[in-house]
């Protein structure tokens, strides 16, 4: 049995106790952007509820045209007006270089990424990346609450980037 | 008080009960992309762990230059070996057109947007293409358990897209 098969037996108690549906646009009117890491459970962190907050994660939790994408679908579309950027203490992010990881996989498979893999080195500064990019959009519409954070993965605690 | 002072606020519950740390790597070698919907609350569906998986999200749950990036980082440097694609019903990108969406940011901004809105009109036909394009690219290096499903708001039912 695979993983997959064991989270969706998972899923069969979730259903269960469910008590949908909910309306589609964000109920608290925020969108969270942060890393993909396994140990961010972004709901439990903020103490979310199904339906509070659109939640979008990558590698590292960064703003790339992606991002930028949704949080503007997010805002135009679907009325949210904060933005709380999320990136943690001990990320993987910090752990490897652009130019080596592309040439690990350059000689694995003979191509580069024509992708930025987006490692920083100091996990502050990229948050303050991240913001910077928002405020450098032109498409998104509420830049007033556009606030970034370090999850400490040692204690859970949300320490903010000023 | 802002709506992100009122979740810092719920921050601190979570630190008080906090167990960490652990380890960097995703216990269950497993990457989730889904939707970035507010009601999709992608531990508590799996019911994952906090350290199980990496969970990538963004409008519609869409594979695009930036997921591919995410998963090439979880599975060359962090392990993981399975994809869990998760795109949902009553979802937003249902509800406009990429050509409308821009036209109407470009009456509004004078700019058109340089990306794809990535809208869809059938959401079992989109995750067959989220699935593709991972199947399609050079640099995921683990393709062969790499599953979509569509996860019913009404219900909290993960349904699998053969």
């Known amino acids: 049995m695979s993983v997959t098969d064991e989270l969706l037996a998972n899923n069969v108690a979730y259903v269960e106790s469910f008590t949908g549906p ?53 805002q135009r579309l679907l009325g949210t007006e904060e933005i709380i950027l999320i990136h943690h203490t001990d990320c993987g992010m910090l752990t490897f270089d652009d130019d080596g990881f592309k040439a690990d996989i350059a000689a694995d498979t003979g191509l580069k990424p024509g992708w930025a893999s987006e490692a920083f080195t100091d996990v502050e500064t990229d948050v303050r990346q991240s913001i910077g990019r928002i405020k450098a959009d032109p498409f998104i519409v509420h830049k007033d609450r556009v606030r970034g954070f370090v999850f400490d993965v040692a204690t859970g605690k949300l320490n903010e980037v000023v």
Chains 1, 2 share one sequence.
């Open 22 to 74: 909910l309306p589609l646009p964000p109920a608290r009117h925020v969108a969270v952007v942060a890393c993909m890491d396994a140990r961010l459970n972004v709901y439990a962190i903020l103490g979310l509820a199904e339906g509070d907050a659109h939640v979008i994660r990558n590698a590292g939790g960064v703003i790339t045209a992606d991002e930028l994408r949704s949080l503007t679908i997010s």
